[in-house]
């Protein structure tokens, strides 16, 4: 393996069009049905100008080149590829004062009353895979940006990206790149280190150190029929509408610095990462959200997702544009009176022990399998919710600290995750450590579950989290 960190991996510059891999494929199938859509929304105090941004979003996509890929679908192989052009044609889609309240109009209910205007906007964009949804559109663009006007003063910048090729570290890298570039009038000057040229990198299947992914034939039979078998035992949320066409919708779980504190030192105190913890936290609160007797076990299933990027062959730099995360799943047994602590130290090692056996390179092959089967065949799962899990968590958390270049530009809040509504967990946590405290985006599929069902069940958690 290659010991310091690569800005370029095989294949080389000038390549034009590559396949899409397995786990690029898995995705590229997703998408259509409505997960797999990520957006970062950005709430602006300060008008920005429309077109240095667009020049600025140009150059980002020009020196991180699969982001200005075109998607293509061949039917006669069944396979998707993406196609680089030479120059980036992104067109920034303004939304005025007037289409703006229209758009918000539209999306308010009673089920939205308490919900911002940008949070709206946020799930607007969460909800649109328009551009996608067709599979034999050729050519169709990975990444759209939106400028919606809110008021006289605020507006929202969106950033909606298939994430075949936009995982969470590529997405927080690029926003962070855009915030920085956003002050220099052209994106150059200071800041021409984050336009530094990647290459187009292969799927982070071809990436991974030789060895790693192998399983004996026998071995990965077994794994199979035992993904398959253990799913139809695994415990869900109560479904609320399993019939009527879903979206996505997001709930936060938010701590303040003192508690964020606290939890981070019992981690640390007790050898395991935050994940662990947050997925004990959504175990022990979905087990008493059914009002089960103490003793009464249930199986629920956890995904974690882990960022490969430091551990392919050739290594990766943290901001390598691309999908380069691979999930490790595990069952957990849980009973009213669950010690949190011992939960997550359980779900902890559970989940270091797996992948310390290399299950996040050697079952990603079956993960993609039955993600696929899943997809085409959603009656395998219960109500046809296409619920592969319960939770879904990363393995470290996303940092993020405010600095005096969001105040220049006028930053006042932002957001970001992936849609859920298709295939996928109950509700997929996206946790950051922002200004020493915990913010987490919790994305569901609605309305199979409702904004006040997952209200309750987020709420819980916090109680949870701060009360142990």
Known sequence: M?????????????????????????????????????????????????????????KLQNSNPILKSKLSYSPTTNSFSYTIP??????????DLSSTADILRNLKTSDHNSVSDFH????????????????SDSNTD????????????????????HTSVCDRATGIALVSKLVELMREENGEGTKSELLKKMEVGL??????????ANKPFWARGMDMVGYGLNSLRYSNLKFMDSESTRGSQVVKLELNKQDTLRILDGCKTRGIK???????????????????????????????LVNCRSILDPVLSPDFPGYYHSAILNTHDVKGGDDLWELAKKSYTSFINAKNNNKHFSDMGDLNFLMGRTIDNPSLTPSSSLRTSFISVFENSAIHTTSTVHQEIGLEDFIGCTSMH????????????????????????FPLHTREQMQELIGEMKRILVDW
């Open 274 to 304: 935050l994940c662990g913890l947050l997925a004990a936290a959504g175990l022990i609160a979905a087990h008493s959200s059914k009002g089960l007797n103490e003793n009464q076990w249930e199986k629920y299933s956890v995904v974690t």
């Open 86 to 95: 030479a120059t980036s044609h992104l067109q920034i889609q303004p939304f």
């Open 203 to 212: 799927g982070i299947e071809e990436c991974i150190p030789a060895g790693k």
């Open 422 to 445: 298709g295939v996928g967990p109950s509700i997929a946590i996206f946790d950051t450590i922002r200004d020493g405290q915990l913010d987490c985006a919790c994305v569901y599929p």
């Open 2 to 58: 290659a010991e310091q960190p690569s800005t370029a991996a095989a294949p080389p510059s000038d390549l034009k069009t590559r396949p899409a891999g397995s786990t690029e494929h898995s995705w590229c199938k997703a998408v259509p049905g409505g997960t797999g859509i990520t957006v970062f929304a950005l709430l602006l105090s300060k008008p920005p100008n429309i077109s240095l941004l667009q020049n600025t979003l140009h």
């Open 120 to 135: 709206l906007i946020f799930e607007n964009e969460l909800n649109n895979n328009s551009s996608w949804v067709n599979t």
């Open 142 to 161: 990975v990444l759209f940006a939106s400028i919606y006007q809110l008021n006289d003063e605020k507006s929202v910048l969106t950033l909606r990206i």
